[in-house]
């Protein structure tokens, strides 16, 4: 079963605004994950964000994490055409933190209007 | 490195027909995983490898097999394909380990069709 579910499922936006995904999750994790994917590709790793961590950033990437209500976000800052793709958050809730293999939501599909 | 690599890119079978998918790493990573992505649900975990000769079932794993004999190589093996299994089919590996680094490599992807 899913244990992640992106929010909104589709955004299209304007180029230079920012994009704002949400996820939310149901039981206790230990990390959580956003990948990208192009179309017709495989996922690539964006970030990693812990249990007790409460936001995180790498370049126009912000993410956030509230455990107590079971939710991430994935900002992206001045967005680009080249950041059309579809973005799925990643949940382990393993005591092995993930290394067994994630559970992965629906995705958002993001598309950037030139 | 050529990273995780997925063969073949694309494969029609017909219903009941076997078929072993590919999938190699050279990054020495212990850990290894097959998903399926459907439309409109996401990716599945299909069955995982913590290391070389253990296994174990994820989410989905009926109607297919696994087996890792070394470090760099994990196949997915198709017992008799229906027409359920069509999908795209990803794997998966990681470095594991006490830093918590589980970051998640994955190859291209095998498109399937079974009719």
């Known amino acids: 079963s899913q244990q992640g579910e992106e929010d909104p499922q589709a955004l299209s936006i304007q180029e230079g605004e920012n994009a704002t995904m949400n996820c939310s999750y149901k039981?206790?994790?230990?990390?959580l994950q956003w990948y990208r994917q192009n179309s017709g590709r495989g996922l690539v790793h964006l970030i990693l964000?812990?249990?007790?961590?409460r936001e995180k950033h790498s370049g126009r990437l912000r993410v956030t994490l509230d455990t107590s209500k079971k939710s991430s976000s994935l900002l992206i800052t001045a967005s680009r055409a080249a950041d059309t793709a579809s973005y799925f958050c990643?949940?382990?809730?393993?005591?092995?933190?993930?290394?067994?293999?994630?559970?992965f939501g629906k995705g958002t599909h993001l598309i950037i209007q030139p | 490195n050529a990273g995780v690599t997925q063969t073949p890119k694309f494969q029609v079978l017909k219903t009941g027909q076997s078929m072993t998918l590919q999938c190699a790493q050279d990054?020495?990573?212990?850990?290894m995983s097959w998903y399926r992505q459907d439309p409109g649900m996401g990716l599945r975990l299909i069955h995982y490898?913590?290391?070389?000769?253990?296994?174990d079932q994820g989410e989905v794993p009926n109607g297919y097999n696994v087996s890792r004999s070394t470090t760099e190589d994990f196949p997915l093996r198709l017992l008799s394909a229906a027409p359920s299994q069509t999908s795209v089919y990803f794997c998966?590996?990681?470095?594991?380990?006490?830093?918590?680094?589980?970051?998640?490599?994955f190859g291209p992807g095998t498109r399937l069709t079974v009719t």
């Open positions: 964000i812990r249990s007790n961590e």
């Open positions: 490898s913590v290391g070389a000769g253990i296994t």
């Open positions: 998966a590996s990681s470095y594991g380990g006490w830093d918590g680094n589980y970051e998640q490599y």
């Open positions: 990054m020495n990573h212990e850990y």
């Open positions: 039981t206790s994790i230990n990390n």
């Open positions: 990643a949940t382990d809730a393993s005591s092995g933190g993930g290394a067994d293999g994630l559970t």
